[in-house]
């Protein structure tokens, strides 16, 4: 998988109607697709060593539907699968997460994908077949480009309906700071992060928290993906987190 990202903003990589989906794991398929962190102690994802000294990131959330001890012999049958999701900032994440065993670790990446787009894909990426320790969802930069908070709320809600159909452990990325957009998508993603932290936790979802880590020097030239570096330390944030759902 290539470990650069496009060069096009990401929202305007959604306008041409259709995204594709691109996965990384033991099989390679494509299809088309329409503040500081706080602790918190009923938490099943342990606070992550970044190996940086700044901002270490945080999982809120509440233990697994279905904890290890309590599995049923039909779920012990099944494949276990952590599957991570989202729009284009997960590109270049793929090795990082998936080369430790990529029997049971995806990234399904969708360029320009907004949340709706995300919804829609899940009956394509889960398999009733297997059992998922966690599905990982980092999406919502696109949504922000229209600055209206209340859809994106709406939009994040659906979704929420949706993923809860899977019975796995869901664990939603919190939206990274954008560059030179503008102050009010800047508030936009601000207020849709604090209202994602209170909803995860109202829903029983865990709640990624980068806080404004990737504000400094970590943004590429668009100001809206990741700089060389940024994807780097993007990528062990969400392969560590992925390495503790499957241990």
């Avoid at 919190?174 to 209202?195: F, H, T």
Wanted: proline residues 6%; contains cysteine.
């Amino acid at each position: 998988m290539p470990q650069g990202v496009s060069d096009t903003p990401v929202e305007e990589e959604a306008q041409g109607g259709h995204s594709q989906l691109v996965t990384s794991s033991s099989r390679q398929c494509s299809t088309a697709a329409a503040n500081p962190p706080v602790v918190v102690k009923d938490n099943h994802y342990a606070l992550l060593d970044t190996g940086e000294k700044k901002s270490p990131p945080t999982v809120k959330g509440v233990k697994p539907r279905t904890p290890k001890a309590g599995r049923s012999a039909a779920t012990t049958d099944k494949k276990r699968r952590v599957v991570v999701v989202g729009d284009s900032l997960l590109r270049g994440t793929e090795t990082p997460i998936c080369r430790p065993d990529r029997s049971s670790r995806e990234v399904c990446c969708l360029p320009g994908a907004r949340i709706r787009d995300v919804t829609e894909a899940l009956s394509r990426i889960i398999r009733p077949s297997d059992y998922y320790p966690m599905l990982l969802i980092h999406v919502g930069t696109n949504d922000t480009a229209r600055c209206d908070a209340e859809q994106i709320k709406s939009d994040y809600r659906a979704l929420g309906v949706r993923v809860k159909e899977f019975g796995a452990q869901v664990v939603f990325s919190s939206i990274l700071p954008v560059e030179g957009r503008g102050p009010g998508r800047d508030r936009c993603i601000v207020e849709v992060n604090a209202w994602l932290r209170r909803w995860c936790r109202q829903e029983g979802f865990g709640f990624l928290d980068h806080g404004m880590l990737f504000e400094e020097g970590l943004l590429g030239t668009d100001g809206v993906h990741l700089s060389k570096r940024g994807k780097a330390l993007f990528a062990h944030r969400l392969a560590n987190l992925v390495r503790r759902a499957l241990n």
